[in-house]
Structure formats: C-alpha cells, structure tokens
C-alpha cells in the first residue's frame, strides 16, 4: 500500500503565496497520475491539477495560470505551488496518487490526509 504524507498548507494574505509539498511512499510502486484536490467548506471536492508520467498537466480553469503542479521522481513527490491566492481558494487541500503496485499489479487510488489552506485579510 501506498502513504501519503502532505505539508505547506497555512494562513496567507490574498496575492500571496504557498507551496503544498506531497510524498508518496510505502510498497514499490509505479505513479500514473499525481493530483491535488481541495474542498472548501459546503462543496464538493474538486479537482485542482492533475499530471502525467508523462507530464502532461490539467488545470481547474479558476486556478490555471496561478497553480502549477510539479513532481520530483526520484523522490516521488508532488508539488502544488500556488500564487497570488484569492479568499475562494480557502480550502482543504487533498494529495492524490494513482499508482500500480509493482508487486500485485493491482492499481490503487491513494489519498492524503489534507492541508488547510486559509487565503484571508
């Protein structure tokens, strides 16, 4: 099985910045996809970026020139740098992997535990 751990989640001022940080770890595995989720409060949980083995990324239109999403391979770990935050972008930000178990061969979708990402004045 695969873990999660997530860090760089906080409280920033709108037009600033944050950097969420996501390793992955566990059985030998191959990543598919690596995502960030987040889920402000009464809605539902959206998709924020997505990308590739082959680095093709995915962006949610609000977000899309202000995220970028990044891995570090030999690490396995996922990176969300987030500038110029606005209010709405308050959320619980969620890692997500999707991975092949190199062992089993089966797929697994595996999540973080979130980080809170407040954008306030």
């Known amino acids: 099985q695969v873990q999660l751990v997530e860090s760089g989640g906080g409280v920033v001022q709108p037009g600033g910045s944050l950097r969420l940080s996501c390793q992955a770890s566990g059985s030998e595995f191959l990543w598919r996809t690596m995502a960030w989720h987040r889920q402000a409060p009464g809605k539902e949980r959206e998709s924020v970026a997505t990308?590739?083995?082959?680095?093709?990324?995915n962006y949610e239109p609000s977000v899309k020139g202000r995220f970028t999403i990044s891995v570090e391979r030999a690490r396995n770990m996922v990176f969300l740098q987030m500038n110029d935050l606005k209010p709405e972008d308050t959320a619980v930000y969620y890692c997500?992997?999707?991975?092949?178990?190199?062992?089993?061969?089966?797929?697994?979708?595996?999540w973080g535990q979130g980080t809170q990402v407040t954008v306030s004045s």
């Open positions: 990308i590739a083995r082959d680095e093709s990324t």
């Open positions: 997500n992997v999707v991975v092949h178990l190199v062992r089993t061969g089966a797929v697994e979708n595996a």
